[in-house]
């Protein structure tokens, strides 16, 4: 019976030297051992099973049945109307308008006609170049003797059904014309020779006139106007400018003034009085 001393730290530790602590797989044998003295497996992970192809097809029918309420989704207490609700479509219009706005359509740019003097010597060849630019080109030819015969040829007896199938800026037009074409008849009449001005209201008249063509591609003019103050008149007819005139100035834009209400509801709050200490 001699008493039992104390263990010392050295008989404790084995060698003297601190332990280790355990590895992973040190935890994990002793897990496994305590496992499998217990009783326990555990559970193998199940490996993933694919959708086949036939419930697939099912899912896909069944989603195509719900969406158009058919076989075992139709309501028999729903009625055709209220499938074709017109309400409800303008409502789901308007929302998709607003969600996914589609673009406005592009409108076609109208193309200018072309406006072409044609300026030379005299037997310079100016007439049979224009007429070959103009047959390739879809343009209008327009000399002096062409305005005037051209204004005389309209005063036929079949003048008031010509006009009947025009349309109303075309009727406008060719009414003026033949106003024109009235006077110029009266002064070939008396012998009189056709002026300048005259000549240019001819070719401001046809100028709008070829605008409404769609198939003529613009007009050359060739001997008219044949100065310079025929050209500043037809100028003055196209775009309504005088040289020497006086342009005004543009017209301010007056607003009403607001309300002073709306001034004193802007100004900031007053101060708040600092406190005056007791």
């Known amino acids: 019976g001699a008493p039992l001393a104390a263990p010392t730290p050295s008989a404790l530790a084995g060698t003297g030297r601190p332990k280790s602590p355990a590895t992973p797989l040190q935890l994990g044998a002793v897990s496994g051992t305590a496992t499998k003295i217990l009783g326990f497996t555990e559970p193998t992970p199940e490996p993933p099973v694919e959708e086949p192809e036939v419930t697939r097809i099912l899912n896909d029918a069944e989603l195509q049945d719900y969406l158009h309420m058919r076989d075992s989704w139709e309501d028999p207490e729903m009625s055709e109307a209220a499938l074709h609700n017109p309400r409800l479509a303008q409502v789901v219009w308007r929302l998709q308008a607003v969600l996914h706005p589609m673009p406005p359509p592009a409108r076609p740019k109208p193309t200018p006609k072309l406006r072409v003097v044609l300026l030379g010597k005299p ?111 037809l100028e003055n007819l196209l775009t309504g400018y005088e040289e020497g005139a006086r342009r005004l100035p543009p017209p301010k834009l007056l607003l009403p003034s607001p309300p002073p209400e709306l001034f004193a509801s802007l100004a900031p709050p007053p101060p708040r009085p600092t406190p005056v200490p007791a």
């Not at 005389?152 to 109303?168: G, N, R, Y």
């Not at 037009?173 to 009235?182: H, K, M, Q, S, V």
């Open 123 to 233: 037997l310079s060849g100016k007439t049979s170049a224009a007429k070959r630019v103009c047959e390739a080109l879809s343009l209008a030819f327009l000399t002096p003797v062409s305005l005037v015969t051209e204004a005389t040829a309209v005063l036929t007896p079949e003048l008031e059904a010509t006009l009947q199938s025009l349309s109303v800026p075309q009727k406008m037009l060719a009414t003026e014309f033949i106003d024109l074409g009235r006077a110029v008849q009266k002064k070939l009449l008396q012998g009189q020779e056709v002026d300048e001005d005259t000549l240019v209201l001819l070719l401001y008249n046809r100028l709008r006139w070829y605008d409404l063509q769609p198939n003529i591609a613009g007009v050359v003019m060739e001997g008219v106007p044949s100065s310079a103050e025929g050209f500043k008149k």
